[in-house]
């Protein structure tokens, strides 16, 4: 089964500061993991994906993940938090045998960027 | 805009109604997902559907169908809503259905009084 924890509800930084959210996840089998953002009354949007190969994964706005397997971690980082990138986070997890590839989500990263 | 769209954008009904959720997936995808988000339960993954036939479900409650059209747009339908049934419902769809980036519309968020 699989399954993701994301450490924190809530983050908040400073403009210009790194911002670091945690995810850690449970899978049976080798995992996809995905980073998906939400702003306020809109829908997901893919930040960035690991399925396989490099483990440093690079994703749109400035966002990067690293797949950790001794870990079970996929910690999403950006050196330079800027005002645009308060949104909503989730860390998602997807991998079967059987084929099913639907998503499980953590619960989200609240993040709030202060000027 | 990623593509898929989904109506109505809200819909607010009564406890005991039937109401339906209806998502187009983007130009040439096969795959649609439906996704419940809610303040209790977080995102889960309901149904998905590939080409016309159900492929996987998830935490979908028995009062709940789903069903893609040969056009392949899809249909959420919700029966004997429960106050508990209020919550963002969100469509998504990728080409196939295998490991691709799953592409997301804006949802469509229902009150139940």
């Known amino acids: 089964a699989q399954s993701v924890t994301q450490l924190g509800s809530h983050v908040s930084v400073s403009e210009g500061a790194l911002v670091l959210l945690r995810c850690n996840y449970s899978?049976?089998?080798?995992?996809?993991l995905f980073w998906y953002v939400q702003y306020p009354n809109q829908g997901l949007q893919l930040l960035l994906k690991?399925?396989?190969?490099?483990?440093l994964v690079k994703g749109i706005n400035g966002f990067e993940a690293e797949f950790k397997k001794s870990e079970t971690s996929f910690h999403l980082t950006k050196p330079s938090a800027h005002m645009s990138d308060a949104a909503e986070y989730f860390c998602?997890?997807?991998?079967?045998?059987?084929?099913?590839?639907?998503?499980?989500f953590g619960t989200g990263t609240r993040l709030t960027v202060i000027p | 805009d990623s593509g898929v769209t989904q109506t109505p954008k809200h819909l607010i009904t009564a406890t005991g109604q039937r109401v339906t959720l209806r998502c187009s997936p983007r130009s040439g995808d096969l795959s649609v997902y439906w996704y419940q988000q809610s303040l209790d339960q977080g995102l889960q993954f309901l149904i998905h559907?590939?080409?016309?036939?159900?492929?996987a479900k998830g935490n979908i409650l028995e009062r709940f169908s789903a069903q893609q059209f040969p056009d392949l747009h899809s249909e959420l339908n919700l029966s004997s809503l429960e106050l508990g049934d209020s919550a963002l419902y969100f469509c998504?769809?990728?080409?196939?259905?295998?490991?691709?980036?799953?592409?997301f519309g804006p949802g469509t968020r229902l009150l139940v009084l």
């Open positions: 998504a769809s990728s080409v196939e259905g295998g490991w691709e980036t799953q592409y």
């Open positions: 690991y399925t396989t190969g490099a483990t």
């Open positions: 899978s049976s089998v080798p995992p996809y």
């Open positions: 998602a997890v997807s991998g079967s045998q059987t084929g099913a590839n639907n998503l499980f």
């Open positions: 559907y590939y080409n016309g036939e159900e492929r």
